[in-house]
Structures are given as C-alpha cells and as structure tokens.
C-alpha cells in the first residue's frame, strides 16, 4: 500500500507564495504518474497539476498555469507544488495523489492512492 502524506499549507495573503509537499512511501510501482488535486467545501475535488515520474513531464489546470509549478525529486521521493501570485479562489484542502500506470491523466478515478489533504487559506 502506497502512503503519501502532504505539507506545507496554511494561511497566506492574495499574491503570496506557499510550497506543498507530499511524500511517499512504499512505492514499488515502476511507472506511475503523480498529481495534486484540490477542493473547496461545496465543489467537486478538481484536477491542478500532474507530473509523469519517469521523464518528468508535467500539466497543469488552466486555472493554475503560469503561477503553479509541479515537480519531482526522485531521490527523496517527494512531490513539490510551488504556488506563487496566489487567489482567493486557491483556497482548498489539496490532496496529492498516485495513479500506477497511469501514462497521463486529469481524472480522479484514474488515481489509486491518496493523501489526507493539507488546507491552503488564501485571504483577500
């Protein structure tokens, strides 16, 4: 079974930065694509960011893009999202997220293991 456990939210002021992380542990798969999710009360969990953990290929929400930044250290097994130029509309409870064999997609049913969320409070 796959663990990941998120990092690194909090409360931050519109136009501000915060990095997330989200580490994994008892990874055996040998292809598998990593993602962040999120979702704010009242709404639907949403697709951010993926990353391909073999060739580190990356994409991004429309929403996101150009402010957010995914990425990979394979050596520590770690999922960042660098979030700057950040919105009340970011505010969320984000979840990092592993689909094994997963090539590339922006689905939640395609993604087997997930993280317990880590809350992003943006204020205005």
């Known amino acids: 079974q796959v663990q990941l456990v998120e990092s690194g939210g909090g409360l931050v002021q519109a136009g501000g930065s915060l990095r997330l992380s989200c580490a994994a542990s008892?990874?055996?798969?040998?292809?598998?694509?990593m993602g962040w999710f999120r979702q704010a009360p009242g709404k639907e969990r949403e697709f951010v960011a993926y990353?391909?953990?073999?060739?580190?290929?990356?994409y991004y929400a429309d929403s996101v893009k150009g402010r957010f930044t995914v990425a990979r250290d394979n050596a520590k097994n770690t999922l960042y999202l660098q979030m700057n130029s950040l919105k009340p509309e970011d505010t969320a409870i984000y979840y990092c997220?592993?689909?094994?064999?997963?090539?590339?997609?922006?689905?939640?049913?395609?993604?087997?293991?997930w993280g317990q969320g880590t809350q992003v409070t943006v204020s205005s």
């Open positions: 997220a592993l689909g094994r064999g997963v090539v590339f997609s922006t689905a939640v049913s395609e993604y087997d293991y």
């Open positions: 990353v391909r953990w073999s060739g580190g290929t990356t």
């Open positions: 008892t990874v055996t798969f040998s292809s598998y694509t």
